[in-house]
């Protein structure tokens, strides 16, 4: 059977509003529906009478396994957006702008065909990807110098496909970042990403068989293999150089 197209639906609406000269804030909601989605099926176990319905399946033989693409799903996502930007008096000098945005974020599948999709992944569409974000930065330039500081939140998540019944909670990173330009042309920075080193929970042994000598599974995991919002590899320092021409 032929795929359909997905077929979109969006509605969106923005406020934008200065409640006094030193602050904006913008406000902007959405809803995306997506229909006719295209998803890779569940796992079918291939049967002898399979393969004499279908004799192509004789390429992957009685109890091979096989999978196909097809219009699966529909889903409904709803969020809304709010950002507020607020330019200090003088700090030595300079203004400091200070910005704070949050994020809500909520997906929900509305239809569904079960061969090609299951509980688990209908979970994971609603909550693999945390529905909460808000994001704390500063900027403060002064004679060449600009220093950067962010503080981002992460709501709880889960990945009910890899661990079913695990919760993963909140987390919080802090990104710094210390740039200096000369000529113009020329800039130098220092700065880490996750400079406190946090990492996602790791896996729970009251819902994944994890071995007591490495307290990972059995192919090394200690931690959920994506690492969900922001990874796992930690922190990360760098240095950087940038030539305008």
């Known amino acids: ?30 809803q995306i529906k997506v229909r006719n989605r295209i998803s890779i099926t ?27 693409f097809t219009n699966g799903f529909d889903t409904r996502t709803q969020g809304v957006d709010v950002v507020g930007t607020y330019r200090t008096g003088p700090v030595l000098g300079e ?19 079960p061969v090609a999709i299951g509980a688990d992944r209908i979970s994971d569409i609603s909550n693999y990807a945390p529905k909460h974000r ?25 990945d009910t496909q890899d661990y079913p019944g695990q919760k993963f909670g909140s987390e919080f990173t802090t990104d710094i970042d210390i740039s200096y330009t000369l000529d113009e042309h020329y800039t130098l920075s220092v700065g880490a990403n996750n400079v406190f080193n ?3 929970d790791k896996l729970s042994k009251e819902f994944n068989t994890l071995y007591a000598i490495t307290g990972g ?29």
């Open 95 to 113: 203004p400091v702008s200070l910005t704070l945005a949050y994020n809500y974020n909520k997906s929900k599948v509305t239809d569904f065909d």
């Open 198 to 200: 946090n990492y996602p």
């Open 134 to 158: 808000a994001i704390l930065s500063g900027i403060w330039s002064i004679e060449g110098f600009t220093f950067t500081a962010r503080e981002s939140f992460y709501s709880g998540w889960s």
């Open 42 to 68: 569940s796992t079918f176990d291939v049967t002898a009478a399979d393969v004499a319905a279908l004799p192509v399946l004789s390429t992957v033989g009685v109890g091979g396994a096989v999978q196909y």
């Open 1 to 30: 059977m032929a795929l359909k197209p997905e077929k979109s639906t969006n509605f969106g609406l923005g406020i934008v509003f200065d409640p006094m000269p030193e602050l904006t804030v913008t406000i902007d909601a959405y």
């Open 217 to 245: 599974t059995s192919d090394g995991q200690i931690y959920p293999r994506t690492g969900g919002p922001f990874g796992i590899n930690g922190g990360f320092w760098y240095g950087r150089v940038r030539v305008k021409f």
